[in-house]
């Protein structure tokens, strides 16, 4: 497996990285994680009830990761998934697994990315949090999700 920053996420990168991943005989990737950016996961000047010293910890380098990464991880996936897919299919190699990983917290947010091509949804900060009770919660989450659809 290899593991892929959520900043490398232009489409000349991601196509790089699938080439990398065919040519290297890799079985998937791990994508999202923590970012550099802060661009879209936080307002500007942070929300109000943030004291001054974290609003300037909002603009501190640094890996940032948690719920606020989601939506970047949801649309990794799906770019990754769609460029593997591809690539594997002229390639006649043998489909790629990816795992995501940055902001899953609940049992809808890990059905988003296994609907949208993950193999594996993995949870940390979540569990951090949450405690040892996160993944029962979430697979029990995902299970009431999928009755109240069938």
């Avoid at 004291?51 to 990794?76: C, H, I, Q, V, W």
């Avoid at 593997?84 to 795992?99: C, D, N, Q, R």
């Avoid at 990983?101 to 949208?116: C, D, R, S, Y």
């Avoid at 951090?128 to 029990?140: D, F, N």
């Amino acid at each position: 497996m290899v593991k892929v920053s959520p900043d490398e996420d232009d489409e000349s990168q991601v196509s790089g990285i699938v080439t990398a991943v065919l040519d290297s005989g890799v079985d998937g990737i791990i994508v999202g994680n923590t970012t550099k950016r802060r661009d879209g996961l936080l307002p500007a000047t942070g929300p109000a009830y943030l004291t001054s010293k974290d609003k300037k910890a909002l603009t501190e380098e640094g890996g940032f990761s948690g719920p606020a990464m989601f939506s970047r991880t949801l649309n990794l996936v799906k770019k990754y998934n769609s460029a593997l897919s591809t690539a594997t299919l002229k390639s006649g190699e043998a489909e790629k697994v990816i795992f995501a990983t940055g902001g899953i917290t609940n049992g809808e947010q890990a059905l988003k990315v296994l609907n949208a091509g993950a193999s594996v949804a993995m949870v940390y900060t979540g569990m951090v949090y949450g405690g040892p009770g996160t993944i029962t919660r979430i697979k029990s989450e995902m299970r009431d999700e999928i009755k109240s659809k069938a």
